[in-house]
């Protein structure tokens, strides 16, 4: 969805399938309250809200979508065009169990710089997983998925590199 798609009270579906609704739209942001399936409607009463609102970005606003099937479709357009290759299930487990399972993963400040792959200077994609304290100072754990390999960065290093895009993630796979 577009910045401009969104107003106050609109319901539309985002992250796993989950519903929202718009509570307030920036000037680059939106705020939304996640719609919980079978909780008292009173709960969704405001401003202000008993439950928590969060902030919707511009990278989160293309991941909104007003329909499961538009959600759907978009999934497989992205399969079929990205030149993505995806995340294998048995890595997939390894970047879930080490997120969860290091202390340092959890307590990581800066969780907002997990958020986004970058490219590295050869244009190698990189996938930020986790975050370990080491000598007093942060790195990051990563994946690349077109080698299938894992490496670890300094927290300063990897926020120095652009955040991939579309047209970076397209010119990796050729």
Known sequence: MLHTDFYIGLEFFASAGFVWRCTDVGTRTITAIHIEEG?????YNGPPYPVAETVFDEYDLPGCYLSLDDAIDSAIHEADTSGHPGYPHED?????KEMWNDEGAIKYPNKGLLRFDRIREDGE?????????SNG????????????EYAEMSEIDFLA???ATDVDVKRRAS
């Open 125 to 133: 994609l990189l996938h930020p997983y986790a975050a370990l304290k």
């Open 39 to 43: 909780r008292d409607a009173s709960w």
């Open 92 to 96: 997939v487990s390894r970047m879930f």
């Open 137 to 148: 100072d942060w790195m990051i754990r990563l994946y690349l998925p077109f080698l299938h």
């Open 161 to 163: 590199l652009p955040i």
